[in-house]
């Protein structure tokens, strides 16, 4: 699976939106961009994924960039229950289907 | 989504002895299950993948015969920690597969299980 990097912290405002960063420059073609997020003692939570077009679900927007070597997860308005560690994933469907987390974004919203 | 049940979510017990967690797909089948360890303020790693009916395969540097897996059905698949020791003490998570076809597929996880060997 491609590498990814990601900012080790971010914060933001309550109410206000969290883009956070994904860089995934070595991905190839058939790799999809996952993201999930893990809140305090829970197990990782899935949030959206997409493969080269724009993805949104009731939780939040995917923005892959055209070249697909980054992408943006937006949480439109943040809440509290929002803060958590967000890890961006790349893997392409016939890997044998496991995930290998990096380190992730440890995101504080704060009021 | 998918609900993925794991138990217990925290045990704790004396070095030597065995702990065994449970993981369950609720409202659909998995054929295949992944178990991750995860130690504090660090981030998951996969420690073997469950195949329904068939032998686990471990990732490398983790012992099979310490951390037993088996998963008898497409619903169920079970770690045992065995002989625990102190250096066990870890978040231990488990995830299966829904979805087929490459747009459609996610992965769910449970919600963990905190084990804390005295």
């Known amino acids: 699976d491609a590498k990814t990097t990601q900012p080790p912290s971010m914060d933001c405002a309550e109410g206000r939106a969290a883009n956070l960063p994904c860089n995934h420059s070595?991905?190839?073609?058939?790799?999809?961009v996952y993201w999930y997020r893990q809140i305090h003692s829970q197990g990782p939570q899935y949030i959206i994924h997409?493969?080269?077009n724009n993805e949104t679900n009731e939780m939040a927007s995917l923005i892959i960039t055209e070249d697909r070597k980054s992408s943006t997860l937006i949480l439109p308005h943040a809440t509290l229950r929002d803060t958590a560690v967000y890890y961006c994933?790349?893997?392409?469907?016939?890997?044998?289907?496991?995930?290998?987390f990096g380190g992730g974004t440890r995101l504080m919203v704060k009021p | 989504g998918a609900v993925v049940s794991q138990h217990p979510s925290r045990v704790i017990c004396k070095s030597g002895t065995s702990v065994k967690i449970e993981c369950r797909s609720l409202?659909?089948?998995?054929?295949?299950m992944f178990w991750y360890r995860q130690f504090p303020k660090q981030s998951l790693m996969l420690m073997a993948t469950?195949?329904?009916?068939?032998?686990?395969?471990?990732e490398q540097g983790v012992e099979k015969d310490k951390f037993l897996i088996n998963h008898a059905s497409l619903t169920l698949s079970t770690l045992t920690v065995t002989s625990a020791h102190p250096e066990d003490s870890s978040f231990y998570i488990c995830?299966?597969?829904?979805?087929?076809?490459?747009?459609?597929?996610?992965?769910?996880f449970g919600s963990g299980t905190q084990l804390s060997v005295l």
């Open positions: 469950s195949n329904e009916g068939s032998k686990a395969t471990y």
């Open positions: 997409g493969l080269k």
């Open positions: 409202d659909f089948q998995a054929t295949t």
């Open positions: 995830s299966a597969r829904v979805g087929s076809g490459r747009v459609r597929e996610k992965l769910f």
């Open positions: 994933i790349v893997r392409a469907n016939n890997a044998g289907n496991m995930l290998t």
């Open positions: 070595t991905i190839s073609g058939n790799e999809y």
